[in-house]
């Protein structure tokens, strides 16, 4: 999926539950936000800067944490950090599922996308 920066909101996120605590950090050029609820990671994500793009990557939400608004608050908080004068788009690979929060956010999908899983977790194929 793709997106228009420039339509995005940038602005550094607020988060509405005080038992909720935001941390960002930058390894490498790559951006990181994790929402915590005391030691348990509640959502994370990441984003790297490729020349205009931001590759947005991992996009998680916890399923004890989930229709909580913390997708669309991850993505703000990612945004925040990458955003600069020379990024122009966002791209991303989406889940089933994850598309229906990105539509929202105003991404549009560009093609579709086989999404694969070795893991023993969530044992479905999504095609994305």
Same mark, same amino acid.
């Given at each position: 999926?793709?997106?228009?920066? $420039? +339509? ?12 909720? *605590?935001?941390? +960002? ?7 990181? /936000?994790?929402?915590?609820? =005391?030691?348990? #990671? /509640?959502?994370? =994500?990441?984003? @790297?800067?490729?020349?205009?793009? $931001?590759? @947005?990557? *991992?996009? #998680?939400?916890?399923? /004890? @944490?989930q229709r909580r !608004?913390?997708?669309? @608050?991850?993505? *703000?908080?990612?945004? $925040? ?6 990024v122009e788009n ?9 598309? *229906?929060?990105?539509?929202?956010? !105003?991404?549009? +999908? ?5 999404? &694969? ?7 479905? &194929?999504?095609? =994305?």
């Open positions: 999926m793709i997106v228009d920066m $420039a +339509t995005q909101d940038t602005e550094d996120p607020w988060l509405s539950d005080d038992e909720l *605590k935001l941390v +960002t950090s930058q390894l490498d050029g790559v951006h990181h /936000a994790v929402v915590r609820s =005391g030691d348990t #990671v /509640a959502a994370s =994500g990441r984003v @790297f800067v490729v020349g205009e793009t $931001a590759v @947005f990557d *991992k996009i #998680v939400v916890q399923p /004890a @944490f !608004g913390l997708g669309s @608050f991850i993505m *703000k908080a990612l945004a $925040a950090q990458a955003i600069g004068p020379d966002g791209l991303l690979l989406a889940s089933i599922d994850g598309q *229906k929060l990105y539509s929202h956010l !105003g991404w549009s +999908t560009v093609c579709r996308v086989l999404m &694969l899983s070795t893991s023993d977790e969530g044992a479905d &194929l999504s095609v =994305g």
